[in-house]
């Protein structure tokens, strides 16, 4: 399966990316790009990873992209469109936000 992100996901990594330039210096900025790239790569080769949160619809899954020794705040809020053998990533999201709340009907 391939992996697409929505114009919003994208949206999310280019803030998430500028604050961690602002919060934590350019080096960190390219670190952090490559934990959201291996991150893609783990949830295209196994989308069984994801788990399920209460509040959210039952096709909405999780995925934190933190890895063994390298910690991350972010997980990609995804859903497995089996018709169409794709996973659509709708948001990058931050672990302390109101994920419900940023569910919508995804496009």
Do not use: C
Request: hydrophobic share 40%.
């Amino acid at each position: 399966m391939r992996v697409f992100f929505s114009e919003a996901a994208k949206a999310d990594i280019r803030a998430i990316l500028r604050e961690t330039r602002e919060k934590f210096g350019p080096m960190q900025v390219p670190r952090y790009r490559a934990l959201i790239a291996e991150a893609r790569e783990r949830l295209q080769q196994m989308p069984t990873l994801g788990h399920h949160r209460e509040g959210l619809p039952p096709e909405a899954r999780l995925f934190h992209i933190s890895q063994p020794g390298r910690s991350a705040s972010h997980f990609f809020l995804f859903r497995v469109n089996d018709t169409e053998g794709r996973i659509d990533v709708l948001r990058v999201m931050h672990e302390a936000m109101d994920i419900p709340r940023h569910w919508s009907s995804p496009r």
